[in-house]
């Protein structure tokens, strides 16, 4: 596997459920993140994480719950969540999080997420 | 807070024609500018990033310019294909950190 992975691609689930999803990046970067795209809107970002820790909250609801064991690992918990959550989830990951010229981010496919 | 707009929203262009995508960003402070691909339901692909000292960055048929004085951008697209339908998106990092702000997009469809 290379660049960045997202597992499941399609995630269909219930308010009452918890589900998990998972990104995995083999870049060897240190920085990765948590993006929500809806219709219609810009993307939004969610959760930064350098080195294992977070760094950035977005003004996110409790309901998504963000964990990074390692660089190369990141999950999004989910649980009760609302119609209005559907949307894409993407996961993004940078070499850091510095301000440089070369720091590009590279994305992962999505989770495409429907709440019942 | 950095805003970054697109314009037109979308565009239909017939085969062969050159695209011209518009990318404008309020804040003028920023180390780089990418420039991505997103197919209906997929990820982004990474196309071009402009370095803040440069002019403009190319990659095939791709051409991005950057003037960033004045808040800008450009995607050039030479002789457009069926294939380079897509949603066309910009996003610049805030100064000082890696947190990218997105246009919402420009969505081009090439007629054959």
């Known amino acids: 596997e290379t660049g960045v992975t997202q597992t499941p691609r399609h995630l269909v689930m219930g308010m009452t459920n918890k589900k998990s999803l998972k990104c995995e990046q083999h870049?060897?970067?240190?920085?990765m993140y948590w993006y929500k795209q809806s219709a219609k809107k810009p993307l939004e970002l969610m959760f930064v994480?350098?080195?294992?820790?977070?760094?950035e909250n977005n003004s996110v609801p409790s309901r998504f719950s963000p964990e990074c064991p390692n660089s190369s690992h990141l999950f999004l918990h989910l649980h009760t969540l609302q119609p209005e959550d559907s949307a894409l989830y993407l996961c993004?990951?940078?070499?850091?999080?510095?301000?440089?010229?070369?720091?590009?981010?590279?994305f992962g496919p999505g989770t495409r997420l429907t709440v019942l | 807070k950095q805003e970054v707009t697109q314009i037109p929203a979308a565009l239909s262009v017939p085969e062969g024609e050159n695209l011209v995508l518009n990318c404008s960003f309020t804040?003028?402070?920023?180390?780089?500018l990418q420039w991505f691909r997103q197919d209906p339901g997929k990820g982004l692909t990474s196309l071009l990033l402009?370095?803040?000292?440069?002019r403009e960055q190319t990659s095939g048929r791709l051409n991005a310019s950057l003037d960033k004085s004045s808040g800008r951008s450009t995607l050039y697209i030479a002789a457009s294909q069926p294939g380079d339908s897509a949603t066309y998106l910009c996003?610049?990092?805030?100064?000082?950190?890696?947190?990218?702000?997105f246009g919402k997009g420009n969505q081009v469809v090439v007629i054959p």
């Open positions: 993004a990951s940078s070499q850091d999080l510095g301000g440089s010229i070369y720091n590009e981010q590279f």
């Open positions: 870049l060897g970067h240190n920085a």
């Open positions: 994480y350098n080195f294992k820790e977070q760094t």
């Open positions: 804040d003028s402070a920023i180390y780089n």
């Open positions: 402009i370095q803040s000292s440069q």
């Open positions: 996003a610049v990092p805030a100064y000082g950190n890696n947190r990218l702000a």
